[in-house]
């Protein structure tokens, strides 16, 4: 690494860890070439390099200063929202976003929308070497954009597998968006109970063998409603599973690996680029765009084909040019890793303090499941308390929750719960939401 490299990649560590501050004025060009034994030339090429990227800028006649990144994580309304999984489009740095649209403006000015739900060539290359060092190894030619995943999901459950199976599994809880559609898809659904545990790989199998099983989907990490993931001896056991009894697995990875678990593969690692569909959205990621991956066998390459000419009418979804030229800029740049590590540090900081709040809580009123992974965790109300009545009550103390009822396809499975995200809200905030929340329920009972 060169040194200015050197330099750069320092103060976009200290920067992100918040060693330096934003707004704060970088030490003197004197000061890096002593500390770095290096010309004045280095330190400006480095420093050019940092504002090139919008990370620090400089003002006339007095240095160099760290940018504000412009990150909001609330809303402009009155409250404590815990409702939704969505963060507000101020999230996304301001600044980066102006960097990203600009860079993208200029790398396809040339091009133009192009049929072919791979996507442009050079983003289908940056997507293949992004996805490989996430573990996900597979051609260029199994790799597809489309707009959104409760779309793609729709088109797979209506379509024809090649393994000419029928019956959709789903765990309970799963995404009340896809149970939503599954209830009036007059399709044969059945379910397998996910807690804190995960699921019972005795069941799992028995199903598998036993059922006219289509496709298994699951939430393995950070967008589950119980806000837990499934560990590695029980991904690599259903992906054995699915492929000894034909099986497909679609691996809903929405969030992706933005909040980063230690040592953690996805399914489609243990897949060996069989009988797994691999989904992954960026809206949280990128709110201001509508973009998403999809990786899938080589076998399913023909289903995939036919699926895409028959909903093509009736559902396009290639995302549009400026949608793909934003998130190749967004790969290829350095506001991708800051952003990663931006929105790892904000997710742990919060979910270290909700398991903080629950730890004194007395479960005879309320028990926290998950907060280990991804923006959600579920409370589970005392039974003598209907989570309907918790859920109106803090509605009048301006605190907003949502029912984990719509996630559940069997309404006599559900549990009394209720679900929660962190992702609109802020760290000052969301501990007073967790005081109001504990105080309500034990008003309630008593």
Not at 37 to 55: D, M, P
Request: proline share 3%; with cysteine.
């Amino acid at each position: 690494m060169k040194i200015y490299e050197r330099i750069c990649q320092d103060f976009k560590d200290d920067i992100v860890a918040k060693r330096i501050k934003q707004g704060e004025r970088l030490p003197s060009l004197i000061t890096i070439s002593k500390k770095y034994n290096c010309s004045k030339g280095t330190v400006i090429k480095a420093f050019e390099q940092l504002r090139s990227q919008h990370v620090i800028f400089s003002k006339p006649q007095s240095g160099y200063y760290v940018a504000d990144n412009l990150m909001r994580e609330e809303g402009s309304r009155e409250g404590y929202y815990l409702d939704s999984g969505n963060p507000v489009i101020g999230s996304f740095s301001i600044v980066d976003v102006h960097q990203c649209l600009a860079i993208a403006a200029e790398m396809y000015s040339t091009h133009s929308l192009d049929l072919s739900l791979r996507g442009t060539s050079s983003l289908n290359e940056e997507l293949h070497d992004y996805l490989v060092r996430e573990d996900i190894y597979t051609a260029k030619e199994n790799i597809y954009l489309v707009q959104g995943i409760t779309q793609m999901l729709t088109h797979l459950t209506l379509s024809p597998f090649p393994n000419g199976k029928n019956t959709i599994l789903i765990e309970a809880p799963s995404s009340r968006h896809y149970v939503a559609f599954l209830k009036r898809a007059n399709k044969k659904v059945l379910t397998i109970k996910r807690d804190e545990s995960g699921i019972d790989l005795d069941i799992l199998e028995k199903y598998f063998k036993e059922e006219d099983i289509k496709f298994f989907y699951v939430v393995t990490r950070n967008h589950n409603p119980l806000g837990t993931s499934l560990d590695y001896r029980q991904r690599k056991r259903i992906m054995e599973l699915a492929i000894k009894y034909n099986v497909y697995i679609i691996e809903d990875d929405y969030f992706g690996n933005m909040h980063k678990l230690p040592k953690y593969t996805p399914l489609y690692f243990f897949s060996y680029q069989k009988n797994c569909i691999y989904l992954r959205s960026m809206s949280k990621v990128l709110p201001l765009i509508r973009i998403a991956v999809v990786v899938i066998p080589s076998e399913f390459r023909p289903t995939f084909a036919v699926l895409s000419q028959e909903s093509y009418y009736y559902s396009y979804h290639m995302p549009d040019l400026i949608s793909q030229a934003t998130y190749e800029a967004y790969l290829k740049s350095s506001i991708y890793e800051k952003h990663c590590v931006q929105i790892n540090q904000l997710i742990c900081e919060k979910l270290k303090v909700v398991r903080e709040f629950a730890s004194s809580w007395e479960s005879k009123y309320v028990s926290l499941i998950g907060a280990e992974s991804g923006y959600y965790f579920t409370l589970s109300i005392n039974s003598s308390v209907k989570a309907s009545k918790v859920i109106a009550e803090l509605m009048q103390r301006k605190v907003y929750v949502l029912s984990n009822k719509g996630a559940f396809y069997n309404l006599d499975e559900y549990d009394n719960s209720i679900r929660l995200s962190i992702a609109r809200i802020s760290l000052e905030h969301l501990k007073e939401a967790l005081e109001i929340i504990y105080e309500t329920v034990q008003e309630l009972m008593s």
